[in-house]
């Protein structure tokens, strides 16, 4: 009897020890494969069988940057199926260089269940043969010029976010992306359908890239828009949203600027309407300056060259560790007049004013007033979350010590969030202003250069 029950036991436990693998075999992935047709769609397909009928096939992305994503794949129900998922790029923009992994979850109607392995993907815009130059910290991406001229821009790209990381300590965690489209109907036509046709320039912070309108023909326009962007790129990602969204324009533009060059100069013209704006006494309040810039194409020129001159007069009356202070307490969300009387030991009306006296500019009257919150607002070129356009700087500089230059991009402005992206809330992102007053210094200097 003993033996009996002994050898009833041992073939229960070799029944249910087998039954997993039964139920895991049941399902069979015969293959899976991802293509991608930019700027039209992604194309997620996957072949499987069981003895079964397959019921529910689900695609499940995992997105580097921005989260993950779960969707129901098309497919005929039977014991062989062929299921694909289409991400429409019209519907829900994902802009090149956007990388992932993905797999799917197969289930059929005796309840096996299958989870593939991950396979990784990667957005191209595989219209151009690109040539590439990469670092652990950045990849630059371009088409239009020969090897000397992707090099050149790298080359500059790098040597600023050196000099940023040795100024303030802030690195890179991942490694940013920038592409350069040398044709303005390229780089159009690789946007999202929101995106206005002025723009000239286009941020996708949350990636960590950013698509520019470089010609090859325009060498000089590529060597300041680059590693302006750059700068933007890598202090909004270091200071997430809740740091963003307090960091006052000047600032975010002023060391845009800052390391548009190493070392840093300004160019004569933005020396030249800041001198004036110090002799007419028509500077603009740094309170002012805290938003959004005029969309007065002179006054928005005076607006990015004073914002470098107020960077550059921090830098030099306060200590680099200054700033890095700084970008520490505006990460943390807090308010600019706090932080500016936390690290500097003034608010903005007393940082004014001892900038005011560095480059000899007369004193102004400060009315007593609330501080004012500071507007959202986009990057020079790309790299925020904005709201509405903005126009875009020009020249900056200090009739002092340091002069530094503007980068000849076209004006900032606030790009449209992208609508029904429940993945990548591309919700953030500048755009550059090529066209109407805010762009017209840019473009002048663009022309000058093509």
């Not at 670092?135 to 050196?162: C, H, N, Q, T």
């Given at each position: ?300 020129t005076l607006s990015y060259a004073q914002s470098f001159s107020v960077v550059d007069f921090i830098y030099r009356r306060y200590g680099k560790d200054k700033m890095t202070q700084m970008l520490l307490e505006f990460k943390q969300g807090n308010a600019f007049d706090d932080v500016f009387q936390r690290v500097l030991g003034v608010d903005t009306d007393g940082l004014e004013s001892a900038w005011r006296q560095d480059i000899g500019a007369k004193p102004r009257a400060i009315p007593t007033r609330a501080p004012l919150a500071p507007t959202a607002f986009p990057t020079f ?70």
């Open positions: 009897m003993k033996r009996t029950l002994f050898l009833i036991f041992g073939v229960v436990l070799i029944l249910l020890a087998a039954a997993p693998v039964a139920a895991q075999d049941a399902i069979v992935i015969t293959s899976s494969q991802f293509t991608c047709d930019f700027r039209k769609e992604l194309n997620f397909q996957v072949d499987a069988q069981s003895i079964a009928t397959i019921t529910r096939v689900e695609l499940v992305i995992d997105f580097v940057e921005t989260g993950s994503f779960r969707g129901s794949a098309k497919f005929d129900e039977g014991t062989r199926v062929r299921a694909t998922y289409n991400w429409n790029l019209e519907q829900k923009y994902l802009p090149p260089g956007v990388t992932g992994q993905f797999w799917w979850e197969i289930t059929d109607q005796a309840g096996n269940r299958k989870i593939s392995a991950k396979q990784p993907f990667r957005v191209e815009d595989n219209r151009f043969k690109w040539q590439t130059l990469s670092e652990p910290r950045f990849a630059l991406y371009w088409y239009g010029g020969d090897a000397a001229f992707g090099k050149a821009i790298f080359e500059r790209a790098v040597s600023a976010m050196d000099a940023l990381q040795r100024d303030t300590g802030v690195t890179v965690e991942r490694q940013l992306q920038i592409f350069l489209y040398d044709k303005r109907a390229d780089f159009l036509s690789a946007l999202e359908p929101v995106v206005n046709d002025w723009v000239g320039g286009r941020a996708y912070t949350d990636h960590g890239i950013t698509l520019i309108h470089v010609g090859a023909n325009n060498l000089s326009f590529g060597l300041v828009a680059t590693p302006h962007e750059l700068t933007h790129l890598i202090i909004h990602r270091k200071l997430g949203k809740i740091g963003t969204a307090g960091f006052p324009r000047w600032l975010d533009e002023g060391l845009a600027m800052y390391y548009e060059f190493v070392p840093p100069k300004l160019e004569t013209e933005y020396q030249t309407i800041l001198r004036r704006a110090i002799q007419d006494d028509t500077l603009i309040p740094l309170r002012v300056l805290s938003g959004n810039f005029a969309t007065d194409a002179r006054q928005a070129a790309l790299s925020t979350d904005l709201t509405a356009p903005t126009p875009r700087r020009d020249a900056t500089t200090a009739p002092t010590p340091v002069a530094r230059a503007a980068t000849p991009a076209p004006a900032p402005t606030s790009a449209p969030r992208v609508p029904l992206n429940p993945l990548t809330q591309l919700c953030g992102g500048s755009a550059m202003l090529l066209g109407g007053v805010a762009g017209w210094a840019f473009y002048r200097r663009w022309r000058r250069a093509g």
